[in-house]
């Protein structure tokens, strides 16, 4: 079990990236606002389900192999970039015009939660935050180091959701309004293609 001096200095440093937005909160953002309430909460539950996923290959060291290999880290961050790059394209090809229902566009929650985990695994940056980052808050008096490693990264993912929840939600309720301007209409999905495809370069640079 995690002590509590511990803890409480885990907890203020994850409060501190939760003010600094980043990948995660900008691609709930653009998806949100361009698709709806429901899109954005599927991309935070996918960006999630992708950290969770990150928490596990760091408890069982296959992270670890991957950061030491340079080649395996190069061609996940090159897929991880290609991935971004790629749906960032398709959003600013694709032709949008105004919505007057208040609705949402057509790419469904179940689309938006697999790109999502996707983009969260295929990011080498996540896996070397959970390598790097957790360890440091392990005492080994502490009890299983596994086990210690499963509670902070999921402390992680729960914070880390919230923030996504609150964003989504915010975006959704003010891109009803947003698309039923034809102007925004016309440049929403360039905005949030151009949003994929800085991030996606954004991969590509990263060193180990």
């Keep these: 079990m995690i002590d509590q001096t511990t803890l409480i ?9 939760v003010i600094i937005p980043g990948p995660a909160v900008l691609l709930t953002l653009a998806r949100a606002s361009s698709s709806g309430t429901r899109v954005g909460v599927a991309t935070g539950l996918g ?7 990150h928490t596990v290959l760091a408890v069982v060291g296959i992270s670890a192999v991957v950061m030491a ?30 919505d ?5 566009r057509t790419l469904s929650a179940t689309l938006a939660f697999r790109q999502a985990v996707f983009a969260e695994i295929l990011n080498p940056k996540s896996a070397m935050f959970f390598l790097a980052f957790l360890p440091q808050f392990v005492k080994p008096q502490n009890g299983a180091v596994w086990l210690q490693l499963i509670q902070l990264g999921v402390l992680f993912v729960v914070i880390g959701l919230l923030t996504t929840m609150v964003v989504a939600v915010s975006a959704g309720r003010i891109g009803v309004y947003l698309r039923r301007n034809p102007t925004i209409a016309k440049w929403q999905g360039k905005f949030v293609g151009s949003i994929y495809c800085a991030l996606g370069f954004r991969v590509a640079l990263q060193e180990r």
């Excluded at 200095?9 to 990236?17: N, R, V």
């Excluded at 960006?47 to 996923?53: K, P, Q, S, V, W």
């Excluded at 007057?100 to 949402?104: A, E, F, I, K, L």
């Design 9 to 17: 200095t885990y907890l203020a440093i994850l409060l501190g990236f």
């Design 47 to 53: 960006i999630a389900a992708g950290d969770l996923t």
């Design 69 to 98: 290999s340079a080649i395996l880290f190069t061609v996940l961050k090159y897929l991880g970039a290609a991935y971004l790059v790629y749906l960032g394209i398709r959003a600013i090809l694709d032709r949008v015009e105004p």
């Design 100 to 104: 007057y229902s208040g609705g949402s």
